[in-house]
């Protein structure tokens, strides 16, 4: 069974610091990790996703998210937040060679950028 | 421009109506899926299907009823079955190979309330 835990529901940074959004997996096999991001009352954005390569990923808007084998981890990461990041922060997985599994995502992480 | 085209963006139900819900997506993608949104419960997926005529449940499809006669479209009807059906409903789309494959496109939602 594949599974997402996103262990945080709320993070809070002041703009201009870095920020860190948790996400640890579950899977059979090699991940297919992604990040999407919600505005309120919007569908998911794409931010980033890691498939093979290297652990460190480059994403939209600044972010990126590096992948830990031995942590089983993919955390989101930005060096300077901004207000305009403010918005809910989706994890999600699958197996690599797991057929056409759908994405499974994790709850979802709350992020406040206070000016 | 391509993209994912969820209708109406807000729905009221009446107890005990079915009600259904539009996705269409001109993006040319294999799979389509559905979402429920609740608050502090993530994404829980309803149905998906993965070509035309063909579907499968997913965690939560107790209520829900969908159909994919066309590539472009996947309609959740809700039925009268579904208890709780208040929520915000996610559609989306993506192609099962290639460089794109499993990064989702999402639609912009619809907001089901029961009344």
């Known amino acids: 069974a594949q599974s997402v835990a996103q262990p945080e529901d709320q993070v809070n940074v002041a703009e201009g610091n870095p920020l860190t959004v948790k996400c640890t997996y579950s899977v059979s096999g090699n991940p297919y990790l992604f990040w999407y991001v919600q505005y309120p009352n919007r569908g998911l954005q794409f931010l980033l996703k890691y498939i093979t390569g290297d652990n460190l990923v480059k994403g939209s808007y600044g972010f990126e998210a590096e992948f830990n084998k031995s942590q089983t981890s993919f955390h989101l990461k930005k060096p300077s937040a901004l207000v305009s990041d403010s918005a809910l922060y989706f994890c999600a997985v699958r197996a690599l060679n797991s057929g056409n599994t759908p994405l499974v995502f994790g709850k979802g992480t709350r992020l406040s950028v206070i000016a | 421009d391509g993209g994912i085209t969820q209708s109406p963006k807000y729905l009221f139900r009446k107890e005990g109506q079915n009600v259904t819900l539009s996705c269409e997506q001109n993006?040319?993608?294999?799979?389509m899926y559905w979402y429920r949104q609740d608050p502090g419960q993530g994404l829980r997926l309803i149905y998906y299907s993965q070509i035309v005529n063909d579907f499968q449940k997913g965690d939560i499809a107790e209520g829900y009823s969908v159909s994919r006669e066309k590539k472009e479209s996947f309609p959740l009807t809700v039925t009268s079955a579904q208890k709780n059906p208040t929520a915000f409903y996610l559609c989306?789309?993506?192609?099962?190979?290639?460089?794109?494959?499993?990064?989702?496109?999402f639609g912009s939602g619809t907001r089901l309330t029961v009344v």
């Open positions: 993006l040319n993608h294999d799979a």
């Open positions: 989306a789309s993506t192609p099962l190979t290639g460089p794109g494959a499993y990064g989702y496109t």
